[in-house]
């Protein structure tokens, strides 16, 4: 099985985060999760107070069963609010939100 990252993308100054540092992010359902992120990638995160890597989990609940496969593109923007950072899952030539919430509330 090929292992799923997350890729940074260090263009936003408004959403740049130092290098290997675990970040608490509030997810779309209001979950809070932690992401351990390297220098260009993140390939651990979990919910907070659980220690096993649930990224493929996440990421597969998010944008369904092909995420990672070739000709796939989604973005996970972090973005820092008052409440802290936050993060929204997209697809690059549309937005996934919709369909992304849809996949959480039916729990899969």
Same mark, same amino acid.
């Given at each position: 099985?090929?292992?799923?990252? +997350? ?9 740049? +985060? ?5 970040? =608490?992010?509030?997810?779309?359902? %209001?979950?809070?999760?932690?992401? /351990? ?26 944008? %369904? ?7 796939? =593109? ?19 030539? %549309?937005?996934?939100?919709? /369909? ?7 729990? /899969?």
């Amino acid at each position: 099985m090929t292992e799923l990252r +997350m890729f940074l993308d260090h263009s936003n100054p408004n959403g740049r +985060m130092g290098h290997h540092a675990p970040v =608490q992010a509030l997810l779309p359902d %209001g979950q809070v999760w932690s992401f /351990s992120l390297q220098a260009h990638f993140c390939n651990v995160a979990h919910p907070v107070g659980e220690h096993r890597n649930r990224l493929p989990e996440l990421l597969r609940t998010w944008f %369904g069963p092909d995420v990672g496969k070739p000709g796939t =593109q989604y973005r996970v923007p972090f973005e820092r609010g008052k409440e802290g950072w936050r993060v929204t899952p997209l697809q690059l030539g %549309g937005d996934v939100r919709a /369909s992304a919430q849809e996949r959480i509330r039916e729990g /899969s």
